[in-house]
């Protein structure tokens, strides 16, 4: 047995000694695997069916090429949002071994292909293959196809993961991987969308998609077995060629990082602490200039920071920001939106609002220890409440001008901007009172965003708090139905009224619960702090 070989199996028994291993930690870590993995099995086994049924629709070569595109897109994505879901995704595991990087990259190639992930892969390109094989030399160049795909894929993955390493394991590459949940909710709209479209019009529009996306790995593979079912031998052989011309560069640049990693320092170890400081202060200095003086202004710097530097927040805010956007204007883009959707985004955005105190965790009892008076929560809570305004009034403003303008639908912006602003200031309001009634923590590890044994609280905080928004918002949406359905000529009231009333009943939720988190600082700070 040759020296490569040896070390190929020595690092695909690593592989299953990993994952046999992690299986033995708990037990509830091995049913979740187990679970898992039946779950994706079973999909593909599903997948693998409905392909086959596929087999001789007069569409079927444009969907299996553009599912071999999307498969080449999830593994290219998969190790930046979920870095921490293959610990041999890691190649800084590896420096110190006294390898060199060619003979480490074949081996772990070969190593990449056990796992729930190229089953579920490998299962995926039969379907599609079996779909648009015709004939024995069809079949032959299958199982070439077949192997070049999978190739693709984990050798993309592999690629990625070592040249973004660094910032996988940095505090960005974790707010990264926190983000993995608008990449979802976004995905999930973006499917629907293109579900509806095709119910409507029928897979003939993904044609001349598939015609372009057939050009690039992996999906130049399948391509490859539709043009020689076709009898087009010469684009087959380009495109097996392209194929395979693809693993070779992955592998390449694979290495290529590999090799930079094993003899190379980390640059972000180079950086002096005094450099690091200087630069914090001067980004400090920018923004406090551009916020008022006093408590106020330093607690909205400090709730801006934690907007921008905390995973847990950013991803909550961006979350908001992205599905206040995509409801409305998907909507509108399906012909069946309405203006009045543009308040989602007041409603996404004025959730951040809700449980402040429990968004600073244990750091809380900093802020506790500032807090001698209701005059002192008032002034804390304003500043929370003003920064989030800073993000939402100009946001829920550009959402309703963006829907209206593709809804064509200019007399009623008025109206919308009053619902979304009066909106928005009745959750500063039950926000407000109910992170000072309902506090709870938010755990800083993992993906939960709520403390075991105080899912109840969440549920009263948030939930009932929108129910609460609501109600307070009915004046406002009873002056738009009067207006709208009299049609007397002044709709452009709801604007001033809808600002009016949203600052008032702002204010006067922030009055509310100044006496509340002024007199229970000891009861909120334990309740944040358990996580």
Avoid at 241 to 257: E, F, I, M, Y
Avoid at 337 to 359: D, K, R
Avoid at 453 to 462: D, E, R, Y
Wanted: glycine share 10%; net charge positive; aromatic share 8%.
């Amino acid at each position: 047995m040759t020296a490569r070989t040896t070390l190929t199996s020595t690092f695909v028994r690593l592989k299953l000694s990993l994952l046999r291993n992690g299986l033995r930690q708990s037990g509830g870590r091995r049913f979740a695997f187990i679970s898992s993995a039946v779950v994706v099995l079973l999909f593909a086994v599903l997948q693998l069916l409905g392909l086959i049924a596929l087999r001789g629709h007069e569409h079927a070569d444009a969907v299996v090429v553009l599912l071999a595109a999307v498969l080449g897109l999830g593994w290219a994505v998969m190790p930046l949002f979920f870095p921490g879901g293959d610990e041999t995704l890691d190649p800084t595991r590896l420096v110190m071994l006294p390898l060199r990087a060619r003979p480490l990259v074949r081996a772990l190639l070969v190593a990449s292909l056990v796992g729930i992930g190229p089953v579920f892969t490998l299962l995926l390109f039969i379907g599609s293959v079996i779909a648009v094989a015709h004939g024995p030399a069809a079949y032959a160049v299958a199982v070439v196809a077949i192997g070049l795909g999978l190739l693709v894929c984990v050798a993309l993955a592999r690629a990625v993961a070592a040249a973004n390493i660094r910032l996988l394991s940095s505090r960005k590459g974790r707010d990264l991987a926190v983000l993995s949940g608008l990449v979802i909710a976004v995905g999930a709209q973006l499917v629907n969308f293109g579900v509806q479209r095709l119910g409507s019009s029928g897979l003939g529009q993904l044609d001349p998609a598939a015609e372009v996306l057939r050009w690039i790995p992996p999906a130049t593979a399948v391509g490859a077995v539709d043009a020689t079912s076709r009898g087009a031998y010469g684009t087959a052989a380009a495109q097996l060629a392209l194929s395979a011309a693809a693993v070779g560069v992955l592998v390449a640049v694979w290495a290529r990082h590999l090799d930079r990693l094993m003899t190379s320092p980390d640059g972000s170890t180079l950086r002096t602490a005094g450099e690091k400081a200087v630069r914090e202060r001067s980004s400090a200095g920018g923004l406090a200039r551009l916020l008022p003086g006093g408590r106020t202004g330093t607690v909205m710097e400090r709730s801006l920071r934690y907007v921008w530097r905390d995973p847990k927040t950013k991803a909550a805010w961006v979350t908001s920001l992205a599905i206040g956007l995509i409801v409305p204007v998907f909507n509108a883009m399906q012909g069946t939106g309405s203006i009045y959707f543009a308040c989602f985004a007041a409603g996404m955005l004025g959730i951040q609002m809700y449980n402040q105190f429990g968004q600073d965790t244990s750091a809380f009892w900093i802020v506790a220890m500032t807090i001698s008076s209701r005059r002192d929560a008032y002034v804390e809570l304003r500043g929370r409440a003003l920064a989030l305004l800073v993000i939402t009034l100009p946001y829920t403003a550009l959402v309703t001008v963006v829907t209206t303008a593709m809804l064509d639908d200019w007399e009623r912006l008025p109206e919308a901007l009053g619902l979304s602003f009066a909106l928005l200031g009745a959750m500063l309001a039950t926000g407000a009172w109910s992170s000072a009634r309902y506090p709870y923590s938010i755990p800083q590890e993992g993906y939960k965003n709520v403390a075991p044994g105080q899912s109840g609280l969440a549920f009263l905080s948030i939930f009932g708090g929108m129910v609460a928004a609501a109600v307070l918002c009915a004046p406002v949406i009873a002056l738009t139905v009067v207006v709208r359905v009299g049609d007397v000529g002044w709709a452009w009231v709801v604007l001033p009224v809808g600002v009016a009333y949203g600052v008032a009943v702002g204010w006067l939720g922030l009055r509310l619960a100044a006496p509340r988190a002024a007199g229970k600082l000891p009861e909120i700070l334990m309740a944040v702090s358990k996580g």
